[in-house]
């Protein structure tokens, strides 16, 4: 690959990259059918062309923004996991650093309100699966290793555990007081991963 080339790969890297970041602060701020595509690539000071070029359309421009939010916060709530002091502790670290992501607001409206009818729910459950349900299982996993957590299938637990926190963050960020909401719903999402430990 020639020099110049280099030089357009990177230069289309930026500009995906910007029109990206652009949209998720509009999305952010006023969901996916208040932000435009005009406004989108005005802000982002880049042509339609630009945004057309890297994008199929604006739906595949809010696919992007939403990966991205996912992989940020798998990334945040997996470094708060390994901060857990002990084998019992990592699920529930992880299951509350997860409801503080939800109180966010481009996490609440992007990944909660819009990403599940602007990519259809399927698609939606796909994205969060693919991000998430590695963290759950390496929680369950490692806890039934430890003795904390009874022994039994991991990844339909894991599913199931994961269709409960994400029912979770919707209650979050549906509510008119996220915070308030956060609260109600820590304990007896707490209390159903107490229900899966051993007995001792």
Request: proline content about 4%; hydrophobic content about 45%.
């Amino acid at each position: 690959m020639t020099g110049q080339a280099i030089g357009r790969a990177g230069q289309g890297e930026i500009t995906r990259a910007r029109l990206i970041r652009t949209a998720r602060e509009l999305f952010a701020e006023r969901g996916y059918g208040g932000a435009g595509t005009e406004e989108i690539v005005s802000r982002a000071r880049v042509t339609r062309g630009a945004l057309y070029h890297h994008f199929a359309d604006k739906r595949d421009l809010f696919r992007a923004v939403y990966e991205q939010v996912e992989e940020e916060a798998v990334a945040r709530t997996g470094a708060r996991m390994a901060e857990a002091g002990d084998p019992a502790s990592v699920l529930r670290t992880g299951i509350t650093a997860f409801l503080d992501l939800c109180t966010e607001p481009a996490m609440a409206r992007i990944a909660l309100l819009d990403a599940p009818s602007v990519l259809g729910w399927q698609e939606w459950r796909e994205i969060d699966l693919r991000y998430g349900l590695g963290l759950v299982v390496a929680g369950l996993r490692g806890g039934m290793d430890a003795g904390v957590i009874r022994p039994q299938p991991v990844v339909p637990l894991a599913h199931l555990l994961i269709g409960a926190i994400s029912e979770a963050g919707m209650v979050i960020a549906n509510a008119d007081d996220p915070e308030t909401a956060r609260a109600e719903v820590e304990s007896p999402l707490l209390g159903l991963l107490d229900g899966l430990q051993a007995p001792g």
